[in-house]
C-alpha cells in the first residue's frame, strides 16, 4: 500500500507574517501598556510592590545583620580588647616584677660589694695586727740580742781594760829593760802605767 503525496495548494501553505503587524497585534492585545517605552520599575502602578519587597529586604538585611552579624564582630571584638587588656596587664606585671628583680639585685649587689669591704676592711687590719705583733715580737728578739751583745761587749771591754794595764805595765818593763839593761820592780812599773794613765 503506498501513500501518494499530495499536491499543496496555495490556501493550504502557511502564509508569511509580518514583523510589524505581529508587534502591532502584540501592543494590541496588551492594551497599550507600554506605550511609554520606559522601565516597568520608574510605572506608578509598580511601586506598591516595589516597597513591599523593600520594606520586606530592609527588615531581612536589618535582623541578619542586628542578630547574627553584629554579635559575631561584636564577640569578636571584645575577645580582642579582653586579649589585648590581658596581654598588657601580663606585660605591666612582668615589668613590675622585672623591676622589682632588678632592685633586689641591686640591693644584694650593694650589700656584696659592703660585705666585700668590711671583709677586705677585717683582713687588713688582722694583716697589720699580725705584721705588727711579728714586728714587736722580732723588735723584741733583736733588742734582747743586742742587750746581749752590749752586755758581751761591755764584759769583753771591761775585761780588755782590765788587761789593758798589765799589757802596758809588761810592754813598759820590756821597753825599760831593753833601754837601760836592767828589768825594773813590777809593783814600780804597775804603779808608773796606772799614774800615766
Known amino acids: 500500500m503506498t501513500v501518494q503525496a499530495q499536491p499543496v495548494t496555495p490556501a493550504d501553505a ?15 492585545a496588551s492594551g497599550g501598556e507600554h506605550e511609554s517605552g520606559g ?15 523593600l520594606i520586606f529586604l530592609f527588615a531581612l538585611l ?6 547574627v552579624f ?31 628583680q632588678a632592685e633586689a639585685a641591686k640591693r644584694e649587689v650593694e650589700d656584696a660589694r ?14 697589720t695586727e699580725d705584721a705588727n705583733a711579728r714586728a714587736a ?6 733588742s734582747a740580742r743586742i742587750a746581749e751583745a ?8 771591761d775585761a780588755a781594760m782590765s788587761n ?9 818593763a820590756a821597753m825599760v829593760e831593753r833601754l837601760t839593761g836592767k828589768a825594773p820592780d813590777t809593783a814600780e812599773t804597775a804603779a808608773a802605767v796606772k799614774g800615766a794613765a
Not at 575577645?79 to 601580663?90: C, D, L, P
Open 137 to 142: 715580737a722580732e723588735e723584741a728578739t733583736v
Open 39 to 53: 522601565l516597568p520599575q520608574f510605572e506608578f502602578q509598580h511601586w506598591f510592590g516595589q516597597i513591599v519587597y
Open 14 to 28: 502557511p502564509q508569511p507574517v509580518a514583523i510589524a503587524d505581529t508587534h502591532a497585534t502584540t501592543e494590541h
Open 70 to 100: 553584629t554579635p559575631r564582630i561584636r564577640k569578636v571584638l571584645d575577645e580582642r580588647a579582653a586579649t589585648i587588656s590581658g596581654a598588657v596587664e601580663t606585660a605591666r606585671q612582668v615589668q613590675a616584677e622585672a623591676a622589682g
Open 164 to 172: 789593758v794595764s798589765t799589757i802596758a805595765a809588761d810592754t813598759a
Open 62 to 67: 536589618y535582623l541578619l545583620i542586628a542578630k
Open 150 to 157: 752590749e752586755a758581751a761587749i761591755a764584759k769583753t771591754r
Open 114 to 127: 659592703a660585705s666585700a669591704r668590711a671583709t677586705a676592711a677585717a683582713a687588713k687590719a688582722r694583716v
